[in-house]
């Protein structure tokens, strides 16, 4: 009875090591206004003014989506870096950033990732930042998101890559730097939107995805455990005619 045990334990360890482990992922979001910005595509509706699909004075949101375990990450006490994408390096490294969108007048657009995807967090030899960027090459010229917070002091606080923080940010006072610009372009380039974002509010937080099941369909993995507690029921009773 005893060696059935074992078996029945040594074969579930064998299934739970290939069931599929969790990826932890971060969610970076920005909020705040464009302080100048021209919508010449018309991506976020906003009307004509004088000729112009001026941005300036809307309210936006940019969120973030990075895996901590794409790319190219250094981290050490105090700071974090990922970083990745065909424009990275040899260009050999995949992009971290799963996802990248910019919702201006309640219209989200997706920004690509492929060229560039960066995130860095620091609390470190005096200073502290916040950054966030995505790339995407299309035909000539580069489409982009960008946001980063970074002060000459250790205010901001880093407990690692599973941090969550909520935090506002104040307007680029002394020993700070606040910058956000976003572009995006139409295939040869000819028409840009673009716009400067001033970012009021950065908050972080961990997720953790996993592709779940269809409804009242268990996962095989599930079934395999299932199927094993069977055989093993089958052969304990065995054991004991």
Excluded: C
Aim: proline share 5%; aromatic share 8%.
């Amino acid at each position: 009875m005893n060696r059935i045990k074992v078996w029945v334990a040594a074969l579930a360890a064998t299934i739970l090591g290939v069931m599929p482990v969790q990826a932890a992922q971060i969610d970076v979001t920005w909020t705040g206004t464009v302080s100048n910005g021209n919508d010449t595509l018309d991506l976020f509706g906003v009307p004509l003014a004088g000729g112009f699909h001026d941005l300036t004075g809307q309210s936006f949101s940019a969120t973030f989506r990075f895996d901590t375990v794409v790319g190219d990450t250094q981290s050490g006490a105090g700071f974090a870096d990922l970083r990745g994408g065909t424009g990275f390096g040899a260009g050999t490294t995949a992009s971290p950033a799963i996802s990248a969108t910019l919702t201006i007048n309640g219209t989200t657009v997706a920004f690509a990732s492929d060229l560039f995807g960066g995130y860095s967090r620091r609390q470190i030899s005096g200073t502290s930042q916040i950054y966030t960027e995505v790339q995407q090459q299309v035909g000539p010229a580069v489409e982009l998101l960008f946001l980063n917070e970074f002060v000459f002091d250790e205010s901001i606080p880093f407990t690692g890559l599973n941090e969550t923080l909520s935090l506002d940010l104040p307007s680029g006072g002394p020993g700070e730097i606040l910058q956000g610009f976003f572009q995006l372009t139409n295939d040869d380039a000819s028409l840009f939107s673009s716009g400067a974002l001033a970012s009021t509010k950065v908050t972080i937080a961990p997720v953790t995805t996993t592709q779940p099941p269809p409804t009242g369909v268990p996962e095989p993995a599930s079934l395999a455990l299932l199927g094993l507690g069977l055989v093993a029921l089958g052969l304990a009773r065995r054991k004991l005619r």
